[in-house]
């Protein structure tokens, strides 16, 4: 027992002058024992691989410039110095999310060599530019996808979980666009249904889905309901709300031609009150207007049991959607 308290006394001392110092900086910085940590900051694509990136530009023959995928320095503060990435394009990610490849020569990237500068944390220089999409194919949805495989300087490494990104390139058609919506119902006052009274809804959103077809994004409501076909709620001549139609998700045809209005069609399934789209007989002027871009359109929806509910919208046009 004394000789181990003289042993760890003699240690303690040696420890407390510092006489062990050296040796023991020495082995650990050979990593001769011990667990070193030392952090590096990754490289990453924030917007996940997983969750494809969306954009949509105009049919035009007029150069059109996407913003590409956002790099960033995943770690708190900025970068100590010049951080040089390098990018390759990665097909496989297009064909994963059943996208179109971009045609070869439809398209350039702005650098695949994009530098996040020192006192920074992010670049975004990465930009996709399409000289003429009139090219592309507007039924198609195009997709190009994008890999980390280098970077240098500021003490950083690949973040191996981020290092994916895939960019969608859809082409919106003429009708596509933020307007303001005016309805006309008729047909359902006895369920509370605004009947025969025009009003202001407000501004929807009309999305592409197609050269001629179009969707209704509704920012007026909740995310899961902004499909959904708008509504004015009261009774007859009465207009006193807003709402929307439950199992009744829109999808507009044109002629591409004509720039008539075609057809609605319910893209929701059938609930069981047999919700469905039909023309209105007696309306025979439904159409896109190319000069104003405005659209007047009139349908009606039929339901097992009830009258059908006339619809007689007008959409003025207010501004290109982002």
């Not at 999310?97 to 398209?107: E, I, K, N, T």
């Not at 059938?270 to 789209?277: A, E, L, N, Q």
């Amino acid at each position: 027992m004394k000789l181990t308290f003289q042993s760890t006394a003699i240690l303690t001392v040696l420890l407390a002058t510092g006489i062990t110092g050296c040796l023991k900086d020495k082995a650990f910085d050979e990593d001769k024992y011990g667990i070193q940590i030392t952090e590096k900051a990754g490289i990453a694509f924030p917007q996940a691989a997983d969750s494809v990136v969306q954009s949509a530009i105009r049919a035009s023959a007029e150069p059109a410039t996407i913003q590409g995928p956002l790099i960033t320095l995943e770690t708190t503060g900025t970068a100590s110095s010049d951080v040089a990435i390098t990018l390759v394009e990665a097909p496989q990610l297009v064909l994963r999310h059943d996208l179109a490849p971009l045609p070869a020569g439809s398209y350039s990237v702005s650098t695949m060599s994009p530098v996040i500068e020192a006192g920074t944390n992010f670049t975004d220089e990465v930009k996709l530019v399409i000289p003429n999409s009139l090219i592309l194919d507007p039924d198609l949805i195009y997709g190009i996808g994008f890999e980390i495989t280098a970077v240098s300087g500021g003490g950083t490494q690949i973040a191996k979980n981020q290092k994916f990104v895939v960019l969608a390139v859809a082409i919106k058609n003429r009708f596509d666009g933020v307007y303001t919506l005016r309805l006309y119902q008729t047909g359902w006052a006895a369920y509370s249904i605004a009947d025969g009274v025009s009003d202001e809804y407000g501004d929807i959103e009309l999305v592409t889905t197609g050269s001629s077809t179009v969707i209704i994004n509704n920012t007026n409501v909740a995310a899961d309901s902004r499909a959904l076909h708008p509504l004015l709620t009261g009774g007859l001549g009465v207009a006193s709300g807003t709402s929307v139609l439950g199992a009744v998700k829109p999808q507009f045809s044109f002629d591409l031609t004509s720039n008539a209005f075609i057809a609605a069609t319910n893209l929701e399934p059938d609930d069981g009150r047999g919700r469905v789209f039909e023309p209105n007989a007696a309306v025979t002027d439904s159409h896109f207007d190319p000069v104003t871009r405005n659209i007047y359109m009139s349908y009606a929806l039929k339901q097992i049991g009830r009258p059908n509910l006339v619809f007689k919208d007008t959409l003025l046009f207010k501004e290109d959607r982002e």
